[in-house]
């Protein structure tokens, strides 16, 4: 029993780092400076759209064995592909791992040393992959190395901080929001950013992986594991996201939504530490940033070997996925969240409505209302993504009087009724699938 509370604090803290990375640092202290007094708000929207999705993708994934495609297997093995491949894309070399080295340059060594031209940022982004590289060539090791060494320095580093920051707030809490926007749906958009839920399905086979190696055998086990190390881990995001927002929103009085969310970080420590505080950060997101580089590089890796069925082996997956990730990273944060958002909102709302329904699988024997759903899902998120990108206001006016559109979920109940048509359809029963549903 020790030793399986030990496995299980050991991976969930692995599983922390993983999905701490450059968007949980940068995201929670922007809404509070945005949020003002009301942080509390805008900090429970991010907390359902990163935390408590994450969890639920994480059981999803545990009970189909860490494998990313049964999750989405019910839904038609074509768009189990395209949005698994885009979910992995996107929290892999397209997107999520070049951000962890660009926010290590901005946030954490660019305040200590200055600009010091173009160079060094390339510089940053060999040495940063060359690090991810040398430490997820071998993914057995991966949650040790990040569960028992660079989470506790990260922890320790995050609380001084925050600790600091709640004993001497930097400035007064605005009354006001400072903006005019629903801010629960403004923290749920901005925990889409983060990327976590997307990086969970995938995560889930590192993490599993690991509990084999820990001699967990039974599948049962092994999912009861992973679900309770993803309760740690969601636990610790918690109280770190709560940290982070108040201490943006006491910059509230003193900075303006345009603030680069970037600097924010800086603008905190160096406030709180003064120039100690710099050296601080570096550490901060250094680690943050490598530890998530280091997990999400392995399960794309993973994920990409599987699918090729081991055809492209592992390690040669990660080498281009580090080569790749180096040289995107140079675009810069900014470049890198401005691109990112319209793919996640087309991504995310299809992969979440396949895991609420893989969860209670059991209860839908009809394929096609899986299908239903997930067609359903998509049309309405590529129609919104649409209408704002080219300013169709009358669909987005529309789309904005669906049921829960305010929160930012206006695709839900098309999703629900997608699933009860898909569901009076009848189909013959596919072998294949009846493990997942049993799961």
């Not at 990327?195 to 992986?209: F, P, R």
């Not at 281009?320 to 991504?347: D, Q, W, Y």
Request: with cysteine; net charge positive; proline share 3%.
């Amino acid at each position: 029993m020790k030793k399986q509370k030990t496995d299980i604090a050991v991976v969930g803290f692995a599983l922390f780092s993983m999905f701490f990375g450059a968007g949980n640092l940068l995201f929670p202290p922007y809404l509070g400076l945005i949020s003002g007094s009301h942080w509390l708000i805008s900090l429970s929207g991010f907390i359902l759209a990163d935390v408590g999705l994450s969890l639920l993708v994480i059981t999803a994934a545990a009970k189909c064995g860490g494998e990313l495609d049964k999750v989405l297997s019910r839904a038609g093995n074509v768009l189990a592909k395209v949005v698994g491949i885009a979910s992995i894309l996107c929290i892999g070399p397209l997107l999520a791992i070049p951000r962890t080295a660009a926010t290590t340059y901005e946030m954490g060594i660019s305040p200590i040393i200055g600009d010091m031209g173009t160079f060094v940022p390339v510089i940053v982004s060999v040495v940063f992959f060359a690090l991810t590289l040398f430490l997820t060539i071998k993914p057995s090791k991966v949650v040790d190395i990040i569960g028992k060494f660079l989470t506790p320095a990260l922890l320790l580093a995050l609380a001084v901080l925050i600790v600091i920051g709640i004993i001497s707030p930097i400035g007064e809490v605005s009354n006001n929001a400072l903006i005019n926007k629903n801010l629960f749906a403004e923290g749920v958009s901005q925990g889409y950013l983060t990327m976590d839920a997307l990086g969970a399905a995938a995560m889930a086979a590192v993490i599993i992986a690991s509990i084999s190696d820990r001699g967990y055998t039974n599948e049962n086990d092994k999912v009861k594991l992973t679900i309770k190390a993803g309760l740690v881990s969601g636990l610790a995001l918690i109280v770190v996201y709560g940290g982070l927002t108040f201490l943006g929103s006491t910059l509230s009085t003193a900075y303006g939504v345009d603030t680069p969310q970037a600097s924010l970080m800086v603008v905190i420590t160096n406030s709180l530490l003064g120039y100690p505080g710099k050296l601080v950060l570096g550490m901060i997101v250094s680690l943050a940033c490598l530890t998530t580089s280091i997990g999400l590089t392995s399960a794309s890796a993973k994920y990409f070997s599987s699918i090729s069925n081991n055809k492209i082996k592992y390690e040669t997956v990660v080498i281009s996925i580090c080569i790749f990730s180096a040289i995107v990273s140079n675009f810069g944060v900014s470049t890198i969240i401005k691109f990112s958002l319209p793919v996640l909102e087309i991504v995310y709302p299809v992969l979440i409505a396949l895991v609420i329904m893989t969860l209670i699988g059991k209860h839908i024997k009809n394929d096609n209302a899986f299908k239903g759903a997930a067609y359903v899902t998509l049309f309405v998120s590529i129609l919104s993504v649409s209408s704002n990108l080219l300013s169709l206001t009358q669909i987005s006016d529309i789309l904005n009087s669906l049921p829960l559109a305010n929160l930012g979920f206006n695709w839900v109940v098309p999703a629900v009724i997608g699933a009860v048509i898909g569901g009076l359809i009848k189909t013959k029963e596919r072998e294949e699938v009846k493990e997942v549903k049993e799961a």
